[in-house]
């Protein structure tokens, strides 16, 4: 049965979920103040000696390889073994997996990991797929249809399902598919939103039934409330303390009201 986005927001403000973001150092503050702002409850916690331990604890993971190292990795591969002996999902952001051997690396292990969720921009699903990228550093460079086929790919690789960020958003799981629009173009010029996103759709994923629906629901929730934060800004700083508002004000009455998500009939496997 599906669980429409006002659903889990609803089931979310209820009972706050857990969620555990190994993200990169840029990310760290905003990242957790979006997951609060949303009404969960983030727990940046990436060391080796207490990442698989918390794991379990939590409602869901976020790996995020912005500022990659050894010592992260360490912290990485050992929540990942936790969640998945807890049975909690977990969500894959793949930053620049395009721009240097290490990332390729370190991320190609992790896809095969099979993540709950991956979500990351065209040109990042782009390079998981193994087809050219015009990524730049961290920012995207592909049009999100670029990436749809791989995307697809992808998520019949994994068992999981892969998001597509940019101007109008693309889900799939393999089969069904949907695409989200909204949003700013303020926000691909505030850094680590992405990153924020992701752990989002960890806290989404941690109460719903279907990681498919959660996507769909945290990528709406970002849209409704950058088209908020959108009308009363001039610029990507007056844009931000707008965002964290508008996601906090955002009611599952809202979500259903004014999210723009179009599905698209399941294709056959
Ligand atoms: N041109 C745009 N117009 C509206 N929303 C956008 C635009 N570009 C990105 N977004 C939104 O910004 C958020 C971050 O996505 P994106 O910039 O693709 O990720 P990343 O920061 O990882 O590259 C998503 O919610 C996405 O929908
Ligand atoms: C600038 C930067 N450098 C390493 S991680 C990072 C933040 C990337 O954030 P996002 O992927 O959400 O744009
Ligand atoms: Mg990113």
């Known amino acids: 049965m599906t669980q429409t986005p006002a659903t889990l927001l609803a089931v979310l403000r209820a009972s706050p979920p857990l969620v555990q973001c190994i993200t990169n150092y840029v990310a760290m503050n905003i990242a957790a103040n979006v997951v609060l702002a949303a009404g969960a409850s983030p727990a940046m916690v990436s060391d080796v000696e207490e990442a698989e331990e918390f794991a379990r604890i939590a409602g869901a993971l976020t790996v995020n390889i912005g500022t990659l190292s050894p010592a992260f990795v ?66 995207g460079r592909d049009p999100v249809a670029a990436a749809e086929k791989g995307a697809r790919w992808l998520a019949h690789e994994t068992g999981g399902v892969v998001a597509v960020t940019g101007e109008v958003d693309f889900v799939t799981d393999g089969s069904r598919a949907a695409r ?3 949003g700013s173009p303020w926000m691909p010029m505030n850094t680590a939103l992405g990153c924020s996103l992701t752990c989002l759709c960890g806290a989404y994923a941690a109460v719903a039934e279907d990681p498919f629906d959660a996507t769909v629901a945290a990528l ?29 004000a955002v009611t599952p009455e809202a979500l259903a009201g004014e999210a723009v998500i179009r599905a698209e009939e399941p294709v056959p496997a």
């Open 180 to 182: 989200i629009s909204g």
């Open 74 to 139: 360490a912290g990485m591969r050992a929540a990942i073994a936790g969640a998945q002996a807890a049975g909690r999902p977990w969500v894959l952001d793949p930053v620049a997996c395009q721009a240097t051997g290490y990332r390729r690396d370190v991320s190609a292990e992790l896809v095969r990991l099979r993540p709950t969720i991956i979500r990351g921009n065209a040109s990042e699903v782009l390079a998981l797929a193994g087809e050219a990228s015009r990524g730049q550093g961290v920012d």
């Open 220 to 248: 709406a929730h970002f849209a409704v409330a950058g088209q908020r934060a959108h009308e009363g800004a001039t610029g990507p700083g007056s844009f931000a303390p707008r965002f964290l508002d508008a996601l906090q």
